[in-house]
């Protein structure tokens, strides 16, 4: 494992201290951060200064605190929203390309039916029955996004379904659990890791596209998406502080991404 | 120089003439110069209102679901549209919060200010042609009034037993008990007059701006009105009403010149918008205010200690100076605003005090409890952050409030009146009767706090109807300090409201009734030359 | 060929039943939500009497199923009904914005996808060069970043800085072609920034794996050039995931594009969406609705059939 690490690109290296650090401040959050989470410290959108280094923001919080503890909650969700999307949308996806016929209809017209819905709507709707806690909207989020990668990964599997590889373990009697696990899954991997990197990122913005219409994730809780609409308003004054939270979550987004760029090397590599 | 700044904010708030502000400030020993500077700044060009040109108005409080029926008129877009270009009610307010004739000529009431009757302006003419008469207005108030009608002016109307036409140009209306205040009633952006065969549907009315175009939420489009009875209103040609509801895009499309007007500043930005070039900003102290409104009849709200110790537990000038920036003014725990009549300076102002808030608390027998305040954006802008402030500064005095965001959807069906503590917008009255009839006697239908008080009550029905100003006066101090002391509310600020417009829009002093020169600015407001 | 049209013929109707049930779930999940009409539009200013009055006149007070099958009933027909807000027909409210709605995902698209599919063939071209790697973080800043985020800086930039294009959007008939595309260039922009990421890093994605294919390795053996191996072998086996991605793009531009109408004040279909779900207005939300689902269903079954025509392996029966 560590000689891996050490054999992989700068690229890859560089992702890898990035998601290490964001690691590093979700664990030490409280021993980070300058101040408290909610704690009201100076003025309005003070500029950087050595007090506050990030400056502050709408309420005058420290910046950099709300970024820190910004960090353990938006990351931890989205973790959560993208493992829970991935195994309910990779498990169906690949039962309906391998099963094919009645399973493959049903649950892709059933797909068709949550994705044909309005994903806002859905989610306004729901979000506004249940009230908006945050288990509620990890649950919506995954739902929504597990249809996505039921998408990506049935198409995949399809087209390695119908390679003469699958054609052949078929032939030896296989079971379909070891179809679907040792010949599918592996070959289908690539993509799907390509969709995970995607998706992790798409999933702060869902929730900040939620939180400006005003379903996000319940203040004072700090999360990168919804400051980032707190602040959007100073954007066009020349006030960069919205640029912080923005930069947090396209920083990490890069990292991963970065991460993700590697394994897909190295497991089309292996192939070859 | 304090005196100088009093006298101006005196007059942007409509105290003063400008004639005697010029003659105050050259008591103060301003130049004359000085004096006329300021008008110059705040848009008194000096000069004869100027006609022509085409107002494109940016407006906040559209919807796609709106209808052009004043009854169904609940939010900014059709407000500003029904109330401020296409029509006209019996009474206006003016700058200085007196009614002044508007469709109804003069008025006049009986000793117990019981029976009213209006003397009908003669000779205004309807955008179809018709001319108004006493008809027209019994049907347009009478769309308000009986079993099956949807107006959200019904309440404010209730008050009417019975509405007579005595000729063709004087109606009579009759009250189920004395209002002095009734002709501010009157002047409700609800009560439009429409001639006698309209189903209010076709913006057909008597005001200064015929519609062209109307996409509900999206667009309204009116041009002038070349038959308006007031000659001396309606300067523009034409009248663009546009639906931003984003407040970023409102103010980006001030910066760059798509609008002229635009309402309700982000009060976050406002003081960055105040330095750009070319942008002024306009200022209404008026009576919108905000309550956190605690259920008097559920636990443990049912505690008056539990409410002090609330009220105490607010940091009022932090809330003012994050929330509303400045631009606003504190609350004393009563709903009546200092451009009230009546308003009771004479209150003690109730400050933050860690302390008192402890004792009551204890009194109360609650020692380790949190309370639930439920809040959202819908409530008003910042409500959210107000609960988080709030639940900072109550942290200093051991109180425990837990924050819970509400989603703006349905906000005012589900939470309001509903959760025992919760945020609420007023926009307040511009009458204390109207005020207290509406959320704080204990039979109203938006009593939000549940709030029952026998001498309150009795006090309300008595002031109604007395003429005698002193006697009145007494009785509404009485009331706002009983609602200081044992009412469901905290009222921790009152806010400002606040418009920008490009410099090149001029105007006269604002009336304070409602936003944007209560509501009329396409009625009074012009281009410079 | 015969199977293909079956295959659509049998998809038509998945769709149509989609439709229905999505109808279904629309009605439900609006009986669902807290409040009615009345409440919703009266808001503060609601008492018990007034919303009864609302209530009977709009037959809000007759038992949810009767209301469900007098809709269909009517829609059906081919009547959609009227808002029940403002009584306005409901063709009359919804057929411009759909047009709207229509015209700014038709701009976007037009340079979006060729453009995501190029950088995309381009990064697979130069994989790991200085020039695949620059693109990848470009991208992928620029889709990590809220819409509205990329709309309030392209504003600050090219609106209130330098007035190039207007900061809202709103057309109107009146307008010319020209004036029309001048005023939504900055949502489409927008918008662009936030898809072209997504397909191009798919594209991308699905060319490398296709390049790792047995046939491809034949192809190098046989010393054909990198460029030409990607552009003659590796994208047309590929198309499949791409269509896919694309597809599912192209419905995001129709169907998800509310913030993006919020904020440049754009009349679409969105923005009427929402109003119509906040105030519980059922005819409209039904329709516009249903409207977003059947643009759905048509672009997923053009999907379907791309992918088809393009995977010899999927168009014959095995």
Known sequence: MFTLIQQAPLSAKIGMVIILLNLLTILLAPQMAPYGETELVGDVWAPMSSEHMLGTDQLGRDMLTRVVYGARNTISIALTIVFLSFVVGCSCGLLAATMGGWVDQTIGRLVDIIMAFPTLIFALMVLSVMGTSIPTLIGVIAILDSTRVFRVSRAVAMDIEVMDFVEVARLRGEGLWWIMRNEILPNALPPLIAEFGLRFCFVFLFISSLSFLGLGIQPPTADWGSMVRENAGAISFGIYSPMYPAAAIAILTIGVNLVVDWMLNRSSLLRT | MVGLELLQRLLSEGKVSRREFIAQAAALGATAAFSQSIFASNAFAGDEPRRGGRLRIGISGGSTTDTIDPAASTDMMNQILINGQLGNSLVEIDHENKPIPELAESWESSPDARIWNFKLRKGVEFHNGKTMDADDVIHSLNHHRGEDTKSAAKVIVDSIEEIKKEDKYTISIVLKSGNADFPFLLSDYHLIIAPATSDFTDGIFSGGYILQQYEPGVRAFATKNPNYFKSDRAFFDEVETLGINDVNARTNALKTGQIDIMNRCELKTVHLLKKMKGIEIIRQNGFKHYTFAMQCDTAPYNSNDVRLALKYGVDREKLLETILRGYGSIGNDHPISTANRYHASELPQRQFDPDKAKFHLKKAGITDASFDFHTSEAAFSGAIDAGVIYKETAAKAGITINVVREPNDGYWSNVWMKKPWCAVFWGGRPTEDMMFSTAYAADAAWNDTSWKNNRFNELLVTARAELDEAKRRAMYVEMQSIVRDDGGVVVPMFAADLAATSDKIAHGPVSANWELDGLRAPERWWFKS | ?318
């Open chain 3, 1 to 318: 060929m015969n199977k293909l049209a079956a295959m659509i013929t049998k998809r038509i109707v998945f769709g149509v039943l989609t439709l229905f049930a999505i109808s279904l779930l629309i009605f439900v999940g609006v009986e669902a939500l807290p409040g009615d009409l009345a409440e919703a539009i009266l808001g503060q200013n609601a008492t018990p009497e007034t919303i009864q009055a609302f209530r009977t006149e709009l037959k809000l007070d007759l038992p949810a199923h009767e209301r469900y099958f007098a809709w269909i009933n009517a829609f059906v027909h081919g009547d959609l009904g009227k808002s029940l807000a403002n009584g306005r027909p409901i063709a009359e409210v919804i057929g411009w914005r759909f047009a709207n709605s229509l015209l700014l995902a038709g701009a976007t698209a037009l340079f979006a996808i060729p453009l995501a599919i190029i950088l995309g063939l381009l990064a697979a071209i130069y994989r790991d060069s200085w020039f695949d790697k620059c693109i990848s973080m470009v991208t992928l800043s620029a889709i990590s970043l809220p819409e509205f985020f990329v709309a309030y800086i392209l504003i600050a930039l090219l609106s209130v800085q330098i007035f190039l294009f207007p900061s809202i959007s709103n057309i109107n008939d009146q307008m010319s072609v020209f004036q029309k595309m001048h005023a939504i260039f900055l949502p489409c922009l927008t918008l662009a920034f936030v898809v072209v990421g997504h397909m191009m890093r798919m594209t991308r994605a699905a060319i490398i794996n296709v390049l790792s294919s047995p046939f491809i390795e034949m192809a190098k053996l046989k010393g054909i050039g990198r460029k030409r191996i990607i552009v003659k072998h590796a994208l047309p086996n590929a198309l499949s995931p791409i269509i896919n991605v694309v597809v599912l793009n192209l419905a995001y531009l129709v169907v998800g594009v509310v913030v993006v109408e919020v904020v440049f004040v754009y009349p679409g279909l969105g923005q009427l969406l929402v109003d119509a779900v906040s105030k519980r207005d059922l005819p409209v939300v039904q329709a516009s609705g249903l409207i977003f689902a059947a643009t759905y269903v048509f672009l997923n079954l053009t999907a379907d059939v791309l992918s088809m025509l393009s995977n010899p392996k999927l168009r014959n029966p095995r």
